[in-house]
T-cell receptor, first 112, second 113 residues
């Protein structure tokens, strides 16, 4: 069964903390994505990567950075967490084309 | 820029009813269209993928159709069950924007026993 795994389902962090969200896929997909999902705003693309060490900004990259050192792993970094980054974060992967998109279970981040 | 709309935002039906969810998009130059299901607090689960050259796809009680020229897709759910209660989202990928997907805001479905 294909799988996208997000390391943490629930996190609570303090304002100003550095936060790492990890995502691993076992499908050998080239493309990986980070979205955030907020009520009334839908899914918004933060960053995506189409190859190792490659990244592209999405619609809302401010306050975030990403790292892709290995094909199967895509990390989202909040350098200094703020309360407006409280959200559900969703990682996804696909083949180029793009092919079918597969999501992880999501990481619910609360910043106090 | 591609805009994807799903109407209605919420739908409530009695168990056993057949139903149709709608998805419309403004730019017909799509590569594929995908339907997802999302349960509360969870990620998105892929239901059906329709390539731009296809007209429909079926999986069990689900049938998705695509009319690219009119910018519309429908998801038909036959004999609905309470376990079908979830939010259903559609997403399109574009021919000319590489690997990005554009999502609708979803239809929240409640199937009443």
């Amino acid at each position: 069964d294909v799988k996208v795994t997000q390391s943490s389902r629930y996190l609570v962090k303090r304002t100003g903390e550095k936060v790492f969200l990890e995502c691993v896929q076992d499908m050998d997909h080239e493309n990986m994505f980070w979205y955030r999902q907020d009520p009334g705003l839908g899914l918004r693309l933060i960053y995506f990567s189409y190859d190792v060490k490659m990244k592209e900004k999405g619609d809302i990259p401010e306050g975030y950075s990403v790292s892709r050192e290995k094909k199967e792993r895509f990390s989202l970094i909040l350098e200094s967490a703020s309360t407006n980054q409280t959200s559900m974060y969703l990682c996804a992967s696909s083949r180029p084309g793009p092919g079918e998109l597969f999501f992880g279970e999501g990481s619910r981040l609360t910043v106090l | 820029k591609q805009e994807v709309t799903q109407i209605p935002a919420a739908l409530s039906v009695p168990e056993g009813e057949n139903l149709v969810l709608n998805c419309s998009f403004t730019d017909s130059a799509i590569y594929n269209l995908q339907w997802f299901r999302q349960d509360p607090g969870k990620g998105l689960t892929s239901l059906l993928l329709i390539q731009s050259s296809q007209r429909e796809q079926t999986s069990g009680r689900l049938n998705a159709s695509l009319d690219k020229s009119s910018g519309r897709s429908t998801l038909y759910i036959a004999a609905s069950q309470p376990g079908d209660s979830a939010t259903y989202l559609c997403a399109v990928s574009m021919v000319n924007t590489g690997n990005q997907f554009y999502f609708g805001t979803g239809t929240s479905l409640t199937v009443i026993p």
